[in-house]
């Protein structure tokens, strides 16, 4: 069955430091992929997303993921956190062979100390 | 702010109730989801609607129910739950399942379920 993996599930970080979130995915075929956030209290939103193409991939507020399709990764990164980067970030995978279906991994709680 | 809508925002229910869960969004996105997620946990995938049809059931027991009685309206009816159906249920939709691949989620704020 299709799986997603993050690495991290708590990260503490302090202001200006560089961030990279590891993401697996275990299906074989043809993938999206996303990372979503979810900041305290609000509603899950997209980061960034990778559909074909390049596969440094940038998305809103300075991050960025690369698809590496031979390690079946798709790591997120930023090179300068900042406090209002504090959320949970969750990747996610939808494949063609499944129905479409979107899985998400089991997400990464980032605290950014001030 | 969000572009999918969920109502109601909390909602506490007993064993024996009957309630339902709505979900609205004015995109014209074609495919709408419930997922459902426990503190601590991703969202899980319940179900998926595509042009109004139930495309995908993640093996939901029955007494959850959804329905879509059109293309921006999605609704789970719930009846005779169990505690441990206490959850955040999160409504989604995309622009499309299939034909464009490029369809990133869209999500609502949910709904706290809590089952007493």
């Known amino acids: 069955a299709q799986s997603v993996s993050q690495h991290n599930h708590h990260v503490i970080l302090s202001e200006a430091a560089s961030l990279e979130l590891g993401c697996n995915y275990s299906?074989?075929?043809?993938?999206?992929l996303f990372w979503y956030v979810q900041y305290p209290g609000q509603h899950l939103q997209l980061l960034l997303k990778?559909?074909?193409?390049?596969?440094l991939v940038k998305g809103i507020k300075g991050f960025e993921a690369e698809f590496i399709k031979s390690k079946f990764s798709f790591n997120l990164r930023k090179p300068s956190v900042q406090w209002s980067d504090t959320a949970e970030y969750f990747c996610a995978v939808t494949d063609s062979g499944g129905g479409f279906k979107t899985i998400f991994g089991a997400g990464t709680r980032l605290f950014v100390k001030a | 702010d969000t572009e999918v809508t969920q109502t109601p925002k909390h909602l506490v229910m007993g064993m024996t109730n009957k309630k339902s869960l709505k979900c609205e969004q004015h995109?014209?996105?074609?495919?709408m989801y419930w997922y459902k997620q426990k503190a601590k946990k991703p969202p899980e995938l319940m179900f998926v609607?595509?042009?109004?049809?139930?495309?995908i059931n993640e093996s939901v027991p029955s007494r959850f129910s959804p329905e879509c009685p059109n293309s921006s309206l999605l609704n789970l009816h719930l009846h005779a739950l169990q505690p441990e159906d206490s959850a955040l249920y999160l409504c989604?939709?995309?622009?499309?399942?299939?034909?464009?691949?490029?369809?990133?989620?869209?999500f609502g704020n949910g709904t706290r379920l809590t089952v007493t």
């Open positions: 609607y595509s042009y109004e049809k139930l495309s």
């Open positions: 299906y074989g075929g043809t993938v999206n």
């Open positions: 995109m014209g996105h074609r495919a």
């Open positions: 989604a939709s995309s622009q499309d399942l299939g034909q464009w691949r490029d369809s990133p989620l869209h």
């Open positions: 990778y559909f074909s193409g390049d596969p």
